[in-house]
């Protein structure tokens, strides 16, 4: 029997949300989207997450402030976590946020198959 992958999405973007989790269900993961950063950080405790996917700029805390949250519970240490971007980084951003606990960056527009790719292959890693 196979466990369910259960996948947390985080991104304010309706559009980007639906294509996100149409793919991704495709690929036999449930996703739950939130909405915004604090009701991601209100999902965490909800369910075993196999992935969070967190969009960096987003309303009430942003992906950064989402991703602290993350790290700073030891449950969560081995946690997966995608980060996604309109804007444009350097080497040096990168670096950081690989310090801060993601363990990939992806830059939007991203093509989905993509995507669903590097989430199985992220999922794979850590299960």
């Known amino acids: 029997m196979t466990q369910t992958k259960e ?3 985080a991104e304010d973007e309706d559009h980007i949300a639906k294509l996100i989790t149409f793919k991704l269900s495709k690929e036999n993961f449930v996703v739950t989207t939130a909405r915004d950063g604090g009701e991601a950080i209100s999902l965490l405790d909800k369910k075993s997450w196999s992935l969070i996917i ?3 700029m ?3 805390c942003d992906g950064w402030e989402v991703l602290k949250c993350i790290r700073s519970k030891t449950e969560f ?3 997966p976590v995608l980060m996604l971007t309109a804007k ?3 080497n040096v951003e990168v670096v950081s946020h690989a310090e ?3 363990q990939q960056y992806l830059k939007k527009p991203f093509d989905p198959e993509n995507l669903a790719k ?3 292959r992220m999922v ?3 299960s």
């Open 7 to 9: 996948i947390l999405l």
């Open 54 to 56: 967190l969009d960096i």
């Open 58 to 60: 987003m309303p009430v």
């Open 77 to 79: 240490d081995a946690l």
């Open 88 to 90: 444009g980084y350097q």
């Open 100 to 102: 801060m606990g993601a």
């Open 118 to 120: 590097l989430v199985k």
């Open 124 to 126: 794979s890693e850590h």
